[in-house]
C-alpha cells in the first residue's frame, strides 16, 4: 500500500506537464493504471484548461521544420516542435490542446495533432474540386477546429469563397467540414457577404458546439453550428463600438465566448452569460495607462477568469485580474520579420488523442 492514497497521487499527476507525465507511467504498473484511466484522462484536461497558454510560431528558413515557442503561465517558456510531421507547415487553429496546420509547399494538405504527445493525422484528401478553389488565394478564408474532449472526437472547418476559372467569385461560401469519427469530408454551400481580417481568422472559438469568427467590420460574429451545419449571426454587446481608436477581438474564457474591446487608455472585457438569448456581461475594465506605449499594437490572445494574454510585435504579456498586475512573459532577442501576434494561438495541454 502506498503512503497517499490514490486521489492524492492522482491531483499530484494532473498538474505535470504532459513530457514528464508520460515518463511517470514506467514507474509501476499502479501508476501505469492510474495515468491511463479514463477519470484521469478527464481530470488532467479540466486541470489544464485552467491554465492557458500561448503558442508562437517562430521565424524559420523555408528549409527549415515547423517550431514553436511555448508561453505558460505556470511554467515559463519553452520550445514545441513539429518535426514529428515531417513536413513544414503553418498553424491554422487550436483547440482544446489540438493544431489545425496546413502545409505549406503542398497546397490542400492539412494536419491535426497534438504538439506535446506528438501523435497527428494527415488528414484525407476532399474530393470536392472547388477546395482548390477558394477566392482570392486558392486557400481556405476560413479554417476552424473544433475539439470535442466531452466526445472523443473533432472536425475541422475550411470555408471560403468559390471562384469558378475565369469569372469573379459570386458569392457562393463553400464549407467543408472533416469529422474524426467518419473520417471523411462532408459540404453545404451557402450565399454570404462576410469579411474577415487576418486577427479575425486567427482567434476562432469553439463553444457551445460551434466555431465563431469575429466578422471584419466587427459588427457581428459569425458561427457555424456543427451539429446542424448552418450559420448564425450573433450580436456583439450594445456598448461595443468599432473604429475611432477601438478594437475588438473575440476569445474563449472558460468555455464562454469573450469579447475584448482595447481603447487607447482601456481594456473592457464580456463575457456571454446566456448563449441562446445572447446576452452579455461586462465583467471588467482594465486601464492601460501603465503600458500606453505598448497599447497600438497590443491583440489579446488567450484568456480565463483570473488572466489574459496579450502580444505585441515582440513580447508576450500577462494580465493577472485579481491582483491587477502586468508581466512579461517572452521577449524576442532578435529582429523578428512579423509581430508575435501575428502568429500566437491559445492553446492549453491536454492527452486529448488526435488519432
Known amino acids: 500500500m502506498g503512503i497517499f492514497p490514490d486521489e492524492v497521487i492522482l491531483q499530484i499527476l494532473a498538474r505535470l506537464p504532459v513530457k514528464s507525465l508520460f515518463k511517470t507511467k514506467t514507474v509501476c504498473k499502479l501508476w501505469y493504471r492510474l495515468v491511463s484511466d479514463k477519470y484521469f484522462v478527464k481530470l488532467y484536461n479540466q486541470v489544464s484548461a485552467k491554465n492557458p497558454m500561448v503558442l508562437i510560431e517562430t521565424s524559420v528558413s523555408s528549409e527549415s521544420k515547423s517550431s514553436l515557442i511555448c508561453v505558460d503561465n505556470l511554467r515559463g517558456v519553452s520550445e514545441v516542435s513539429l518535426d514529428f510531421l515531417k513536413d513544414r507547415v503553418k498553424v491554422r487553429a487550436s483547440c482544446n490542446g489540438l493544431l489545425c496546420c496546413s502545409s505549406i509547399p503542398d497546397k490542400g494538405v492539412y494536419y491535426v495533432c497534438n504538439p506535446m504527445t506528438r ?58 467540414i472533416f469529422d474524426s469519427d467518419s473520417n471523411k469530408w462532408r459540404k453545404f454551400v451557402s450565399h454570404r457577404d462576410d469579411h474577415f481580417t487576418h486577427m479575425n481568422k486567427n482567434q476562432v472559438v469553439f463553444v457551445n458546439g460551434a466555431l465563431h469568427w469575429l466578422t471584419g467590420s466587427c459588427s457581428y460574429i459569425l458561427a457555424l453550428d456543427l451539429d446542424y451545419e448552418v450559420w448564425r449571426k450573433i ?121
Open 235 to 355: 450580436s456583439l454587446p450594445d456598448e461595443v463600438s468599432y473604429g475611432t481608436g477601438n478594437r475588438v477581438y473575440l476569445l474563449d474564457s472558460s468555455g464562454c465566448l469573450s469579447l475584448i474591446q482595447i481603447s487607447d487608455a482601456w481594456m473592457k472585457i464580456w463575457v456571454m452569460e446566456d448563449y441562446e438569448k445572447e446576452l452579455w456581461h461586462m465583467v471588467d475594465a482594465v486601464s492601460l495607462r501603465c503600458i500606453r506605449g505598448l497599447v497600438p499594437g497590443i491583440y489579446p490572445i488567450a484568456q480565463t477568469g483570473e488572466c489574459i494574454f496579450l502580444a505585441t510585435h515582440k513580447q508576450v504579456l500577462v494580465y493577472h485580474q485579481r491582483g491587477r498586475v502586468w508581466k512579461e512573459m517572452y521577449s524576442v532577442k532578435n529582429s523578428a520579420t512579423l509581430p508575435l501576434w501575428f502568429s500566437a494561438h491559445a492553446f492549453q495541454s491536454t492527452i486529448f488523442p488526435s488519432d
Open 119 to 176: 501523435v497527428s493525422k494527415l488528414l484525407p484528401r476532399s474530393r470536392e474540386r472547388p477546395v482548390t478553389r477558394f477566392y482570392p488565394d486558392g486557400e481556405a478564408t476560413l479554417v476552424g477546429l473544433a475539439c470535442d474532449i466531452s466526445r472523443n472526437k473533432f472536425n475541422v472547418v475550411l470555408a471560403g469563397y468559390h471562384r469558378t476559372f475565369g469569372h469573379r467569385p459570386d458569392g457562393t461560401f463553400i464549407c467543408l
